[in-house]
């Protein structure tokens, strides 16, 4: 029992992390019909640069973090204005130009950072919470938090405000909310601004849990990918469902079938796309292509 | 977008073999393949990860091997020619290694220095013996040796030497009885975990319990917990360093004190950075190198080190440093030879290094002994 409750806690404070970088792809996504595959690699400079700025320029983290973010937004904004020319006219082209950026990032991580990585260490000091032989990390606890007011804020921009419901409207057709006078390449370039930050967000609160290297966006990636995709791509509550479970599945497939585990979680996952393809809380398959 | 599919690595391996067969039948002159020239520069290639979760050891490794050929060319080179160092990235993947390995054949390599990663340097060993390109590794995977490659040496002791040497002492010295392990499913802590359970099962300790766990795995929680129920005494840890450190560090988050046990990973800095000062003290590690203290020659290694990278030098930078002197010396006594009379000559070779003596039998393994280190206060030192 012990066991069961702990491993959930282990699976819940990562899936807290896949759900926010699940909720970057879903964004633009669900925006621009896009799949940004250089998603997890912006994660990873978020990392790096909040890390920076925690580490080396010492501000508190939580200014180190709304720094990342802005800088990483502004790393956003510049993948879509290069991009912008191919919208809605090559799609294949734009997807390998988001893989391409992946590669680029990752590359320039390793000019700026170097090749070896480094260790984060967590901001809150106080000893891990013993709740009935369960030890929950206060640093765990904190990231949970900021994942769900994230996925809170998003929401209520999304429903309640003007620039949101702009978004929606060109998430559902493009044309027609150019005819209103949306202006779709600034609502796309605010979708991705707002992803590249989401995914800083991943990236800077993962550091201090894991080991900061310019391969970190492959671990973050796949997993988020899968939660997206687990959620119902470009759903955002989808999008915190299928990081959860993701990050749930991962920790008691590790503790069942040990060295098997990633086999098992992907066989899973697999099972479920197919037994659902568009996921939870995918309602149809958006098709902009 | 699929019109064309690419597959990079295999036109690569097409290319390479290509090249290799057409060797053979080049017309004089041409820059082909096989001439491995007895003028100019004599061409060395380390391959190591640059990039990825294992490129803090590549980065190491190529600085030490760097520093060993820059005293040689400093002093004139070997035989009268220059040593030309070149670098590559495994990425710490076998595939890229294979190819990697065809190239060393086609640009005329007479030796090469590492991998840091068993898995990627067993993958590459048949190309190099076929090639007949002596490869000093930096790994200590036992199937290293089951290879049977004569071209292959490793520099330094397998993992069945430092974790024989780990379990005489947790379980000899300190009369453990309790011991849980915790490994992954790579190729290093496959060896490992092998290596140390039967040298436990040897002197009649069965593991309470053996975790196993996978190489990208990032919450620990299920292993460690039930670790935690078993109570040990000590827990034997056969992961690399960036890995073991998440394990340390989420340990201790869960309340576990008892000390971690493991070889060469957890002697280094990244492994204390990761896991944290604190985590990591009392970690118990068996070791070829322990410190920069043990010796005048690691004093002076150490110094040189620092003068040139502006960083502490550690077990990994020695290891390669040796290794790239044994070859090199080798390359002296034997006048620049190539192929199967250079790998002789290293096989010959007899070398005072800073993890000890040296000296290969027909295994390719050099020296067969650790020490017992532990850290105190983020610093290893031996164990008196």
Known sequence: MQETLQTLVGGLSLGAVYALVAMGFSLV???MGLVNFAHADIAMIGAY?????YLT????????????????????LVIERVLRPLENKDFDLMLIGTIGFGIVLQAVAILIWGTTGRAVPSPVRSAPLDVFGVRVRTYDLLVMAVAAF???????FLARTKRGAAMQAVAMDH??????????????????????????????????MLYVDASLGGALGIKGFAAAMLGGFGSIPGAVVGGLAIGVLDSYAAGHFQGYSVLVTFLVFTAAIMIRPMGVFGERTVSRA | MTRNPAHPRLTLA?????????????????SGSESKSTSGPIKIAVVNAQSGQLSSLGDWEYKGAKLAVDEWNKKGGVNGRKIELKLFDDQGDPTTGTNIARKLDSQGYIAMIGTAESAVTIAMAPVLQ???????????????????????FLNGPTSTTYDTTLAKYL???????NIAMITNNGSFGKGEHDAFLKAAKDLGVTPSTDQIVTTDQKDFSSALTKIRAEKPEVIFIGSEEVEAGLIVKQARDLGITAPFAGAAPQGTPVFMDTAGKAAVEGTIVSSPYLSNDVSPAAKKFADAYQAAYKEEAEMHGAKAYDGANILLTALDTSKGATGKKLADAIRATRHDGLLGDFAYDETGVGITQTAIGVIRDGKLVAEQ
Not at chain 1, 49 to 53: D, G, L
Not at chain 1, 188 to 195: D, H, P, R, Y
Not at chain 2, 131 to 144: F, M, R, V, W, Y
Request: aromatic fraction near 6%; glycine fraction near 12%.
């Open chain 2, 14 to 30: 097409i290319t390479a073999a290509l090249a290799t067969a057409l060797g053979a039948c080049s017309a004089p002159g041409e």
């Open chain 1, 29 to 31: 996504y669900r925006t």
């Open chain 1, 57 to 76: 320029s010492k501000m508190p983290f939580v200014v180190a973090m709304v720094v990342a973010i802005v800088v990483t937004g502004a790393i956003g």
């Open chain 2, 130 to 152: 076929q090639a007949e390109i002596p490869n000093i590794t930096s790994g200590q995977s036992d199937k290293l040796v089951a290879q049977k490659s004569p071209f292959l």
């Open chain 1, 150 to 156: 994230a996925v809170i804020g998003l929401a209520w």
């Open chain 1, 175 to 208: 044309e027609a909310a150019t005819a209103v006078g949306i202006n779709v390449g600034r609502s796309n370039a605010l979708a991705f601004s707002i992803g590249a930050g989401l995914a800083a967000l991943a990236g800077g609160l993962v550091g201090p």
């Open chain 2, 171 to 177: 379980i000899e010295d300190k009369q453990h009885k």
């Open chain 1, 49 to 53: 640069a909040a890390s920076t700025f």
